[in-house]
T-cell receptor
Framework: AQKVTQAQTEISVVEKEDVTLDCVYETRDTTYYLFWYKQPPSGELVFLIRRNSFDEQNEISGRYSWNFQKSTSSFNFTITASQVVDSAVYFCALSEEDSNYQLIWGAGTKLIIKP | DVKVTQSSRYLVKRTGEKVFLECVQDMDHENMFWYRQDPGLGLRLIYFSYDVKMKEKGDIPEGYSVSREKKERFSLILESASTNQTSMYLC?????????????FGQGTRLTVV
C-alpha cells in the first residue's frame, strides 16, 4: 500500500499563479517526520522542509508555505506567485520511528510554470 | 558548502558489463544511501550504509551490491548490467543524529544499459 501519495502527476500553471501540491501519508506511528524536496532539471534533490508529527503549526518561508493537518494525514505545499524557476519535480517523503526513520517517498509531482 | 559528488552524470553500458557508480561526500556523515529514480515510482532505496564496512539492503537490492571501505565513499555495483537497470541513480548522505535529519543528494547518474 502506498504510504505517501502525491496524486498530482503533473501540474502546469502560468507564472504568478498560486499552486498547491498535495501530499497524503499513511502511518501508525505517533512519532514521524514529513519532508518536502525539490528536484530541478539539474537533477540534484534539494531539501525544503522537515516537520515532526508533534508540530502542526503551518510554516511560511517566503513564497512557500506548508499546511500540515494530522486529521486528514496531509502535508500540502503551496507556492504563492509562482515563478519559472519553481519548475521542478517536488517530492514528499515520510520517515517513521517504526521503520527506523528510512525515508518513504511519494512518486513526485512535476510542476511546470509557464512564462 | 556541503557536497555529495557522483562520479558520472551520464553512463552508457552494455548488457552484462560490471558497472561501478561512485559517490563521495565531504560532510563526515555516517549514513549513505543509494536510490534509483524511475518515472511514477519516486525514489526507491537500493542499499544504505550507516558506517564503514556496514551495509543494509533497501527495498530493491536484487542485481546490486555496494562497498563502503571509507567513510566518505559509497560505491554501487551492478554485477551484470541489464536493460531493466536503465535508470537515474541518486546517492545521498545524512548525519546520524536521531536519523530524522534531512539527506543531502548528489546530482544523479543517468545510466543507460543497451
Amino acid at each position: 500500500a502506498q504510504k505517501v501519495t502525491q496524486a498530482q502527476t503533473e501540474i502546469s500553471v502560468v507564472e504568478k499563479e498560486d499552486v498547491t501540491l498535495d501530499c497524503v501519508y499513511e502511518t501508525r506511528d505517533t512519532t514521524y517526520y514529513l519532508f518536502w524536496y525539490k528536484q530541478p532539471p539539474s537533477g540534484e534533490l534539494v531539501f525544503l522542509i522537515r516537520r515532526n508529527s508533534f508540530d502542526e503549526q503551518n510554516e511560511i518561508s517566503g513564497r512557500y508555505s506548508w499546511n500540515f493537518q494530522k486529521s486528514t494525514s496531509s502535508f500540502n505545499f503551496t507556492i504563492t506567485a509562482s515563478q519559472v524557476v519553481d519548475s521542478a519535480v517536488y517530492f514528499c517523503a515520510l520517515s517513521e520511528e517504526d521503520s527506523n526513520y528510512q525515508l518513504i517517498w511519494g512518486a513526485g509531482t512535476k510542476l511546470i510554470i509557464k512564462p | 558548502d556541503v557536497k555529495v559528488t557522483q562520479s558520472s552524470r551520464y553512463l552508457v553500458k552494455r548488457t552484462g558489463e560490471k558497472v561501478f557508480l561512485e559517490c563521495v561526500q565531504d560532510m563526515d556523515h555516517e549514513n549513505m544511501f543509494w536510490y534509483r529514480q524511475d518515472p511514477g515510482l519516486g525514489l526507491r532505496l537500493i542499499y544504505f550504509s550507516y558506517d564503514v564496512k556496514m551495509k543494509e539492503k533497501g527495498d530493491i537490492p536484487e542485481g546490486y551490491s555496494v562497498s563502503r571501505e571509507k567513510k566518505e565513499r559509497f560505491s554501487l555495483i551492478l554485477e551484470s548490467a541489464s536493460t531493466n537497470q536503465t535508470s537515474m541513480y541518486l546517492c545521498a548522505s545524512s548525519p546520524d543524529t536521531g536519523r530524522n535529519t534531512e539527506a543531502f543528494f548528489g546530482q544523479g547518474t543517468r545510466l543507460t544499459v543497451v
